[in-house]
């Protein structure tokens, strides 16, 4: 079983910065694809940024030049750093992983992002 947990969520505002953090327990850290997904307020959740077991990223096109995702696999976290922040951003945050080419099977309890205009 893989468990997650977010945390860095927070107020900011628009061109500011923030740091997600999300720390995995359970599982082999390093064979997991992780992903980030946001749900802005009566929209669908979607896909932000994947990181895979070799490291390989995808962004979506709405945060390319501005969002980053890494990963620590000594520390079982991975980490969405965003910067010049939009009104748009925000969301509340998810955290969640898969195994190869699987669904996302396992989500963390999501962190709110407020991006103020």
């Known amino acids: 079983q893989v468990h997650l947990k977010e945390s860095g969520g927070g107020l900011v505002q628009a061109g500011g910065s923030l740091t997600l953090s999300c720390v995995v327990s359970?599982?082999?850290?390093?064979?997991?694809?992780m992903g980030w997904h946001r749900q802005p307020p009566g929209w669908q959740r979607e896909l932000v940024a994947q990181?895979?077991?070799?490291?390989?990223?995808v962004l979506d096109d709405s945060v390319v030049g501005r969002f980053t995702i890494s990963r620590d696999n000594a520390n079982n976290t991975v980490y969405l750093r965003m910067s010049s922040l939009k009104p748009e951003d925000t969301a509340v945050y998810y955290c969640?992983?898969?195994?190869?080419?699987?669904?996302?099977?396992?989500w963390g309890q999501g962190t709110q992002v407020t991006v103020s205009s």
């Open positions: 359970g599982d082999s850290f390093s064979s997991l694809t």
């Open positions: 990181i895979t077991d070799t490291y390989s990223t």
């Open positions: 969640a992983a898969r195994y190869g080419w699987d669904s996302y099977a396992y």
